[in-house]
């Protein structure tokens, strides 16, 4: 069973553990839903990309830079 942050009609904070038919019945009693975001979702990505890449995407990086020196292409290889 899915589990629901609502708000009762009081206004107090719950986490339920109920079906879909119940949460629907609670929100005609007047109860409201939540919505939280994930906690662990908040940082999706640390550090420059180029350090996570692989040797070979880095040496078509490099490639690249050779072939138009006057581009603006970063490569840490």
Same mark, same amino acid.
């Given at each position: ?18 079906? =879909? ?7 005609? #009693?007047?109860?409201?839903? !939540? ?7 908040? *940082? ?5 990309? =180029? ?7 880095? #040496?078509?990086?490099?490639? !690249? ?7 603006? *292409?970063?490569?840490?290889?």
């Amino acid at each position: 069973m899915p589990t629901y942050d609502m708000k009762d009609p009081e206004g107090m904070e719950h986490e339920v553990l109920c079906s =879909i038919a119940d949460m629907e019945k609670k929100k005609e #009693e007047g109860w409201t839903m !939540i919505f939280k975001p994930a906690k662990n979702n908040l *940082i999706g990505h640390t550090g420059d990309i =180029i350090s996570h890449t692989s040797q070979g995407w880095n #040496e078509v990086l490099g490639k !690249i830079k050779e072939a138009h020196p006057l581009g603006g *292409i970063e490569t840490k290889y």
